[in-house]
């Protein structure tokens, strides 16, 4: 039957809420409100909060006009256990985000700081008008292959593990070497005969090369005789 009380009601015991598909206990010895499988907790005229457990998931539905909010000066979701952090949002300060209890991303007064990797599966677009790097772009599942930075002013290629162009910060450009000599802007150095060639693309034969013939003397040929 239905129970009303116009005053204060004192239970010293266990009081079951019996309702058509699920009850609610207020357990004494747990000191507890228990909500059962399927009962929930309504906040509103029109439910607009709402708090259940379904038997499988846990919920809050936030269905009404306005918006669901959670203030905290700092607000940190953690695991069941306790025992690691998940997601901390700090008052009008950073956002973390973390994996396995290690912080992998912030949000910052400028922006946002990734530690360690960041993988993109499509492409990036970047919208600011330069990008920062430590040291190198590296090809992936190419190790050995690389734009590097190494100094100051200075800008480099490898491959297969190689340096095979500098930039030097004189304005220099070097191939075959790191080393810098003055009044030079191209410099190459390599142990073939053969250190530089210029091509006809129509026929692969024509073209003119500067090469070691021997006994360090150096010629400019075609590709079948001297100049």
Known sequence: GVSTFNSAATFKDDVTFTGAAANATWDKSANA????????????????????????????????????????STLEIRNYANSNTMAKFVGDLQVELYYNNTKRLTTTNTGVDITDNLNVAGIATISGTHVDIADSIRHVGDSDTKIRF??????TVETGGSERLRIASTGEVLIGTASTVANTKLRIEGNGTT?????????????????????SNWALKNENAKL
């Open 195 to 215: 250190l530089l060639r210029v091509g006809n693309s129509d026929d692969g034969i024509a073209g003119i090369s500067l090469a070691n013939t021997g006994s």
């Open 150 to 155: 190494p100094a100051a002013d200075t800008f």
């Open 33 to 72: 409100l228990v909500f059962n499988d399927h009962a929930s907790i309504q906040v509103g005229t029109g439910t607009d909060l709402i708090i259940k457990h379904d038997g499988t998931h846990s919920y809050i539905q936030e269905g009404g006009t306005g918006q669901l909010k959670l203030d905290s």
